[in-house]
């Protein structure tokens, strides 16, 4: 039922920015936390930003703060994801996700999940 379409990835300059998105379709939860995880090969899969959809709670994983933004629309059919300052360390395939609470930042705790988009950033 749900589905989660990521776009926006791509190769950029160390520095750089990408703006990520997240077409969302099929939630029928009223309340709920949309978010963005990151995993870079033979590493774990990482929260990174998340939105929960009372309008105003925010999550960034430390590593991000003050570089990525997340932000969503108001009809909450899209999650977005401003990336600015790249670093090489960001390099990772990024996957929206929809789950009932952004606190834990946990990929266990989000049980929909889109295809991942590829952000690669070199030196």
């Known amino acids: 039922q749900v589905q989660l379409v990521e776009s926006g990835g791509g190769s950029v300059q160390a520095g750089g920015s990408l703006r990520l998105s997240c077409a969302v379709s099929?939630?029928?939860?009223?309340?709920?936390?949309m978010g963005w995880f990151r995993q870079a090969p033979a590493k774990e899969r990482e929260g990174v930003a998340f939105?929960?959809?009372?309008?105003?709670?925010?999550y960034y994983a430390d590593s991000v703060k003050g570089r990525f933004t997340i932000s969503q629309d108001n009809a909450k059919k899209t999650l977005w994801l401003q990336m600015n300052s790249l670093k090489p360390e960001d390099t990772a395939m990024y996957y929206c996700?929809?789950?009932?609470?952004?606190?834990?930042?946990?990929?266990?705790?989000?049980?929909?999940w889109g295809q991942g988009t590829q952000v690669t950033v070199s030196s």
């Open positions: 996700a929809v789950g009932r609470s952004c606190g834990g930042m946990k990929a266990g705790d989000f049980p929909y």
């Open positions: 939105f929960y959809t009372d309008g105003g709670t925010l």
């Open positions: 099929g939630v029928t939860y009223f309340w709920y936390c």
